[in-house]
Each structure stands twice: as structure tokens, then as C-alpha cells.
């Protein structure tokens, strides 16, 4: 059983730095992408980032690109996603999803994925 852990949010000022990761379990190889994913109150889920380990692509919504990194953490075996020059707008519940069959043109859409963590809360004050 595939299983997502997302860890590290919580509450910060705006401008400030915060680091989530995403745990990845029950997976038979390190073949799959990660998509980050963040829903505020009243709104739908938004893609915004993507880690693909199969050929370490990346990409990034225009509302996080230049601010957000995600990569992959070896020694702890998941990926991050390294959220720096934080803004109020930012504040919101993120998601980790993976999928093993993503295709790389899709990596901003929810359906795109099969599986999801449970989530973690960043609030950035002003």
C-alpha cells in the first residue's frame, strides 16, 4: 500500500522560509512523481510544484516559481519542498500526491495523480 507522509508546516511571518516534506511509502522502485499542492479556505486544490525522480524534471506555478524549490532529499529519502520569501497569500493546507505514470504535461492537475498525504497547514502572518 502506497503511502504519503507530509511533514514541517505550520506558522511563520511573511518573508520567512519554511520546509515541508513528502515520505513516500510502499512503492516497489523510486520511479514515481511528486506533485505539491496547496488549498486555501473556499478555493480548489492548486498545483504548485512537480518532482519527477524519473528524470529529475521540475516545474512550478508562476504564483510560487522563483520562491518555492522542490528536489529530492536522499538521506531521508523524500522529496521537499523549500518554501522561501513566504506571503500571506501563501497560507494555506499543502498536499503531497504521487503517481508512478504521471505524464509530465499534466503534473498541475489533481486528477493527474493516484495517490495523496493527509496534508499539512502553513499559516504566514503578515
Known amino acids: 500500500e502506497v503511502q504519503l507522509q507530509a511533514s514541517g508546516g505550520g506558522l511563520v511571518q511573511a518573508g520567512e522560509s519554511q520546509r515541508l516534506s513528502c515520505a513516500a511509502s510502499?512503492?516497489?522502485?523510486?520511479?514515481?512523481?511528486i506533485g505539491w499542492f496547496r488549498q486555501a479556505p473556499g478555493k480548489g486544490r492548486e498545483g504548485i510544484a512537480c518532482?519527477?525522480?524519473?528524470?529529475?524534471?521540475?516545474w512550478y506555478a508562476d504564483s510560487v516559481q522563483g520562491r518555492f524549490t522542490v528536489g529530492s532529499d536522499n538521506t531521508e529519502k523524500s522529496v521537499y519542498l523549500q518554501m522561501d520569501s513566504l506571503k500571506p497569500e501563501d497560507t494555506a493546507r499543502y498536499y503531497c500526491?504521487?503517481?508512478?505514470?504521471?505524464?509530465?504535461?499534466?503534473?498541475?492537475?489533481?486528477?493527474?495523480?493516484?495517490?495523496w498525504g493527509q496534508g499539512t497547514q502553513v499559516t504566514v502572518s503578515s
Open positions: 510502499g512503492f516497489t522502485d523510486d520511479d514515481y512523481a
Open positions: 518532482f519527477d525522480s524519473r528524470d529529475g524534471n521540475t
Open positions: 500526491a504521487a503517481d508512478s505514470d504521471l505524464i509530465f504535461s499534466s503534473q498541475y492537475q489533481v486528477s493527474s495523480y493516484d495517490y
